[in-house]
């Protein structure tokens, strides 16, 4: 990524700059929930799905919101959310306040909220996925659950890892007929679970390009929970005005990825994220 390609991701305004501030604060992959935006909503915050209660930048319907809200919500200042919400012995959300329900499922289109809460939503869905399969899990990976829950995930890439050439549909029946695009190739033969696996990558890395003006991006890593802005910045120093002026970390920044950041780089977002007030 070059230092033209990075300011440009952090200084196009609320959508790019709420994702990448999720992305430091979280430690989950930027070019992941970068990617994740542009296909769910082509980083539209006010995005409707037509046949499902999904709504916002990353297309969260009602219930994984406000069990993420829920979960996560008083870390970021929505301790209010959190506490309005209930879940009744079936496992379902609830708010009883009616007026109080339709403004917490509204911050969906909020691009500052609604990138915490796909950050924080990703992370926990890692850490399952990582402890029932035992092993490292990318983009893709957190992508199936995203898309199929995490149990559907879970099912998705045991049979992935075991049988690679089995029909997707046959293991998903109602996702297949909600999604024949996925599950179906253009002449109607049913695609394996490694071609919808392949595709999906694909899809990500390129929505990713694609938001970011069409400039190769890093390939999309595994998220985590470290914070590496705040462990760059700690190292670096960054606070202090003498460290570098914003002219010369874009002269000089080193080229490689923020998403694994060195000092520079990290002080270089910091300093960009400032410029811009926020």
């Known amino acids: 990524m070059t230092v033209a390609t990075l300011q440009s991701l952090l200084s196009t305004g609320g959508v790019q700059s709420a994702i990448q501030r999720a992305s430091l604060k979280t430690g989950v992959d930027f070019s992941y ?21 999904a709504s916002g930048l990353y297309q969260f319907v009602e219930q994984s919101w406000l069990g993420t809200v829920k979960q996560h919500g008083a870390e970021h200042g929505l301790a209010w959310a959190a506490d309005a919400i209930s879940q009744g012995s079936g496992g379902r959300y609830y708010v ?12 969906r289109n909020n691009p ?11 992370a926990d869905n890692k850490a399952e996925l990582e402890t029932s399969l035992g092993r490292e899990v990318g983009g893709a990976d957190l992508y199936m659950a995203h898309f199929l829950g995490v149990g559907g995930a879970k099912k998705f890439l045991s049979t992935l890892a075991s049988n690679p050439g089995a029909s997707a549909a046959q293991l998903f029946p109602a996702a297949a007929a909600s999604n024949r695009h996925v599950f179906f190739g253009e002449s109607g033969q049913a695609r394996s679970v490694a071609e919808i696996y392949d595709r999906f ?4 890395q390129h929505g990713a390009e694609v938001a970011a003006g069409g400039n190769a991006l890093p390939p999309i890593a595994a998220p985590g929970k470290a914070d590496p802005l705040q462990l760059a910045m700690a190292e670096q120093d960054v606070d202090r005005p003498e460290v570098a002026t914003l002219d010369q970390l874009l002269a000089s920044a080193d080229r490689s990825s923020l998403l694994r950041p060195t000092p520079k780089t990290a002080q270089l977002a910091y300093m960009l994220l400032a410029s811009m007030g926020a």
């Open 33 to 53: 929930l970068l990617g994740q935006a542009q296909v769910e909503s082509s980083l539209r915050p006010d995005a409707k799905a037509q046949t499902s209660s």
């Open 96 to 107: 009883s306040d009616t007026a109080t329900r339709a403004y917490i499922l509204k911050l």
């Open 112 to 122: 500052d909220i609604a990138s915490m809460m796909a950050a924080e939503h990703a």
């Open 201 to 204: 990558t694909a899809k990500l």
